[in-house]
């Protein structure tokens, strides 16, 4: 793997330097310590020694690395020089920043957005000794490597759909295991709508349908994919993950969350698609369970809605749709059992670099600006219960929200239906 910029990028980001008060781009990592820059260089195992690179409008891109790791350095397309002793790597620097004012690094004032805070205090004050003042590049990253592209976009939505069918799959296997007749058997030939699934052994355990789905979505053409299988109160746990020994038996007459994700394989540009689907392994919903789908439902209808109205007039932040998803769920008396954010940036990372739908964990005043991607997945969590979270994906153009997948979910998944 060698240390590179995509041209897409490059021309991206000079562009967008150009309408800011902002001199220039300088990335910065060791050790794969700063995600951006690592993803962006394409060193995400990073270099064991620090490494900068300036990009300046009207200027070729240029690096500064440590000379015994130039071995990394081989497909580099733009200028380079190298040093060895720190002295000589602070020289160089000076001489790099020379005319700049003001540069962006992975910053955040205050650790707003600590995912953008990625370069450590010494390294900015190493930078801003050479003379310059160190900014936010919080909204160079939004408007450049967080935008999806129409391979992304494209991408993005061949996966959603294969997440779709699959969830719905899943429900319909994990059914099958806990009704009478599957009870007898461990192998069933229509385990899916028309024998979808073909013959399958039957789950038993939340880990058996983690590992059916995963094989699932491989043999489909998608790649980094896994999921959260939780059933009963289980689903009360935001993160819980279902290792083989420990993991819950399938149930009859229990909630069932499944959160899964993947991205197209062998596309370099594709983009995640990210979902959470609820059923409930018996043929009525409860009452407390469907009071609180359909505050979750609304919310997350509510943030979609608050885009839609916002075409057209001052972009919101991530905070303010966050904001906007919570007010459904405060309203129904449910604050107390909110436990995160309410969506996550998404491009070819799954949690991306873009802005988060967040205004409690975090302060993430950045602009959904078109072109980017995020989750919308409000959830309730009611410990020893049950958990219900409602989780689709949208694509900001400058026409409004795309959301994804085609037919979100309307209702829990019933075993009669």
Known sequence: ??????????????????????????????????????????????????????????????????RIELGEWTEWKHDLDSYVSWQELEARLTDLLDGCQRVAMEVSPGDAVPFMDNVPAGVVELVEGCGVKVVSSAELISRTYAQWGQV???????????????????FLLAGRAVSTTAAASTEHDDAGPDGACGKVDLPQTEHDLVRWIVERLEQAGLTEADTIVAIGPNSALPHYWPEEVTCAPLEAGKVLLIDLWARVADQPAAVFADQTWMGFLGDQLPGDVTAVWDAVRAARDAGV?????????????????????????????????????????????????????????????????????????????????????????????????????????????????
């Open 305 to 417: 809605e608050f885009l839609v109205e916002s075409v057209g007039k001052e972009l919101p932040s991530g905070a303010d749709v966050d904001a906007r998803v919570r007010d459904v769920l405060d309203a129904r008396g449910f604050a107390e059992a909110i436990f995160h954010r309410t969506g996550h940036g998404m491009d070819r990372v799954n949690h991306g670099f873009g802005p988060n739908l967040d205004c409690v964990e975090t302060r993430d005043e950045r602009r959904l600006v078109p072109g980017i991607g995020f989750s919308v997945e409000p959830g309730l969590y009611f410990e020893g219960r049950f958990g219900v979270r409602s989780e689709i994906n949208v694509h900001l153009t400058e026409a409004g929200p795309e959301v994804s997948p085609s037919v979100i979910q309307e209702f829990p998944w019933l075993l009669s239906n």
């Open 152 to 170: 992304g976009r494209t991408t993005h939505r061949h996966a959603a759909e294969i997440l779709a069918t699959t969830a719905h799959e899943a």
């Open 1 to 66: 793997m060698s240390a590179n910029l995509s041209d897409e990028f490059v021309t991206a980001a000079m562009r967008e330097l150009q309408g800011t008060d902002i001199d220039a781009w300088l990335l910065y990592d060791l050790e794969a310590r700063n995600r951006v820059a690592a993803e962006l260089v394409g060193l995400p195992e990073g270099q064991t020694r620090r490494y900068f690179i300036l990009l300046q409008p009207g200027k070729a891109p240029h690096a500064l690395a440590h």
